[in-house]
């Protein structure tokens, strides 16, 4: 079965960098776009990034562009997102999730993983 398993978050200061890693099983990674998306503490879940299957196209939500670097190893099975300058409002829970198509824009997929807690303080 499609299993998506994140890792790398935890609490870091504002302006400080994270790398959250996801590793992707039980389909073929290569054939399926990719985005995280995250769900800060009482708001509801937003998209942060999104690239292509083959990584030709990679699309960044307005509020991470310029801090965040979206990235895959289809070798690996494996998802990446780099992120720098961080602050107080990239608080949240950060989910790796397999797009349903290769639209790409907002929040579409149909798994997810459980998620990955980054906590930025002021």
């Known amino acids: 079965q499609v299993q998506l398993v994140e890792s790398g978050g935890g609490l870091v200061q504002s302006g400080g960098s994270l790398r959250l890693s996801c590793a992707a099983s039980?389909?073929?990674?290569?054939?399926?776009?990719m985005s995280w998306v995250r769900q800060a503490p009482g708001k509801a879940l937003e998209w942060v990034a999104i690239?292509?299957?083959?990584?030709?196209?990679?699309k960044y939500a307005e509020s991470v562009k310029g801090r965040c670097t979206i990235s895959r190893d289809n070798a690996e099975n494996a998802l990446y997102l780099h992120m720098i300058d961080l602050k107080p409002e990239d608080t949240g829970v950060y989910y790796c999730?397999?797009?349903?198509?290769?639209?790409?824009?907002?929040?579409?997929?149909?798994?997810r993983g459980q998620g990955t807690l980054v906590t930025v303080s002021s």
């Open positions: 690239i292509r299957f083959d990584g030709g196209i990679i």
């Open positions: 999730a397999r797009r349903r198509s290769h639209y790409m824009e907002g929040i579409d997929y149909d798994y």
């Open positions: 039980g389909f073929n990674f290569r054939d399926w776009s």
